[in-house]
C-alpha cells in the first residue's frame, strides 16, 4: 500500500497544484502511466473518495481558507477555486458544509471558539520573508495530525539519527475545516543527493507570519491555539490558503510560518 501510496503522490500534487480547474484523465494517465480506470481504483484504495471528490473537496476547503483568511469577495474566490458562476459555487459549498459562504464567513470567530477559548495568549510574532528552497519530502494521512503517526514518520526517514541539513513539517490542511481523515502531513529534508523513497519538491517562497514553539512536539497545539487568538484579534493580518510550514531547528524549538496573503 505505501508503494503505491509513493508513486501516486506526483499526481496528487499536480491535483493540488491545478485544484481550481478539472485535472483530466489523459494528464492522469501521462503522468501516471496508469490507465485512468485503475489509478482511479488504486487512489480510492488509499484515499477512500474518487479522484473528482478530492478535487471538488479541494477547492471547497481552499474556498473556505479563503473565506476565513482573507477579505476577497465571495465571487472573486468563487471564481479562484474554479467556479465560473457564485449560484453554484455557494450550492457547492452548502452542500459540503450545511452553510452558505457568506454565512461561514460571518461565522468565522465560532470556528476557533472552542479551539483557543480560555487560553492566554504570549507569543512573539515576526514578518518574514522566506526564499524557495528544495527539499525531499514524503507525505501521509495524520488523522487529526496524530503524533504517533508522524513520529513514526520520522522514524522511517532518519532511523537512527538526525542525517539531513535541515528538517521541516509540512502542514497541508486545517483540521478545524478539514475532515480530521483527510488532514495530510508532509515530512521534508534537505540533501545535496537524491533521497530515495521521497519526492523533490519546493517550499517557502513568499511572506510569513512567523512565531515559535519551545517545548516537547507533544504539546505543540498550544503554540497554535495562541497563534489562533492572536491573529483573531488583528484583523488586518490575512493569512494565504497555501501550506503551513514547521522548521525543526533542535529536539525543542519548532519555527512555525503561517502564509501571508497577498
Not at 449560484?87 to 458544509?97: G, I, V
Not at 483540521?175 to 529534508?189: D, E, F, K, M, W
Not at 489562533?228 to 484583523?235: C, Q, R, S, T, V
Amino acid at each position: 500500500m505505501q508503494t503505491h501510496f509513493n508513486e501516486i503522490q506526483k499526481i496528487v500534487d499536480h491535483i493540488e497544484a491545478n485544484f481550481d480547474r478539472e485535472v483530466s484523465a489523459y494528464e492522469i494517465e501521462s503522468i501516471s502511466h496508469y490507465s485512468y480506470r485503475n489509478f482511479q481504483r488504486i487512489f480510492f484504495k488509499i484515499f477512500n473518495e474518487t479522484i473528482s471528490g478530492f478535487q471538488k473537496r479541494l477547492r471547497l476547503e481552499n474556498a473556505y481558507k479563503k473565506l476565513i483568511y482573507t477579505e476577497d469577495s465571495i465571487s472573486e474566490i468563487a471564481w479562484q477555486v474554479g467556479y465560473f458562476n457564485i449560484q453554484s459555487f455557494s450550492k457547492a459549498f452548502k452542500q459540503q458544509y450545511f452553510i452558505s459562504p457568506a454565512e461561514a464567513r460571518k461565522q468565522k470567530q465560532d470556528i476557533f471558539k472552542n479551539f483557543i477559548e480560555n487560553h492566554k495568549v504570549d507569543l512573539k510574532v515576526e514578518i518574514k520573508y522566506k526564499d524557495a528552497i528544495s527539499v525531499y519530502c514524503k507525505f501521509i494521512k495524520a488523522k487529526d495530525y496524530n503524533n504517533p503517526e508522524i513520529d513514526a514518520l520520522w522514524k522511517e526517514i532518519e532511523p537512527e539519527a538526525e542525517i539531513f541539513d535541515a528538517a521541516y513539517g509540512i502542514i497541508r490542511d486545517q483540521p478545524l475545516i478539514t475532515n480530521h481523515s483527510h488532514c495530510r502531513y508532509g515530512a521534508a529534508v534537505t540533501s545535496d543527493e537524491t533521497v530515495e523513497g521521497l519526492l523533490k519538491s519546493e517550499i517557502f517562497g513568499k511572506k510569513y507570519v512567523r512565531f515559535t514553539h519551545k517545548g516537547p512536539y507533544d504539546q505543540i497545539l498550544e503554540t497554535y491555539r495562541s497563534f489562533y487568538h492572536f491573529w483573531l484579534a488583528e484583523p488586518q493580518l490575512l493569512l494565504d490558503n497555501s501550506d503551513v510550514i514547521e522548521e525543526y531547528e533542535e529536539s525543542e524549538l519548532t519555527h512555525i510560518y503561517f502564509p501571508i496573503y497577498s
